[in-house]
Nanobody, 122 residues
Framework: QLQLVESGGGLVQPGGSLRLSCAAS????????IGWFRQAPGKEREGVLC????????NYVDSVKGRFTISRDNAKNTVYLQMNSLKPEDTAIYYC???????????????WGQGTQVTVSS
């Protein structure tokens, strides 16, 4: 059974950093397009970053440029979201997503993790 499990969320002060992990089970992650989405309270869900099976990345939202990076460790079957210089507006539930055939530009993914809460507050 294909599963995505996020971890690494928590409470951090503004300006701090967190690294989210997305561990895949039941499939080989390197064959998939992987993304991170987030949903803040009262707001629509939005894409954050995406990485293709070839390792190319695409940024979905301007507000995280220069602060967030996505990477994958195929040996560990895990994708990471490194978040630096965090701001209160980054507070959201972050979801790891995957799709076998679609490209990052589609912003559509068949598989979703359960999400991990990130709270940026002093």
């Amino acid at each position: 059974q294909l599963q995505l499990v996020e971890s690494g969320g928590g409470l951090v002060q503004p300006g701090g950093s967190l690294r989210l992990s997305c561990a895949a089970s039941g499939f080989t992650l390197e064959d998939y397009t992987i993304g991170w989405f987030r949903q803040a309270p009262g707001k629509e869900r939005e894409g954050v970053l995406c990485i293709s099976s070839s390792g190319r990345t695409i940024n979905y939202v301007d507000s995280v440029k220069g602060r967030f990076t996505i990477s994958r460790d195929n040996a560990k079957n895990t994708v990471y979201l490194q978040m630096n210089s965090l701001k209160p507006e980054d507070t959201a539930i972050y979801y790891c997503v995957a799709d076998r055939f679609r490209l990052c530009v589609s912003r559509k993914f068949d598989y979703w993790g359960q999400g991990t809460q990130v709270t940026v507050s002093s």
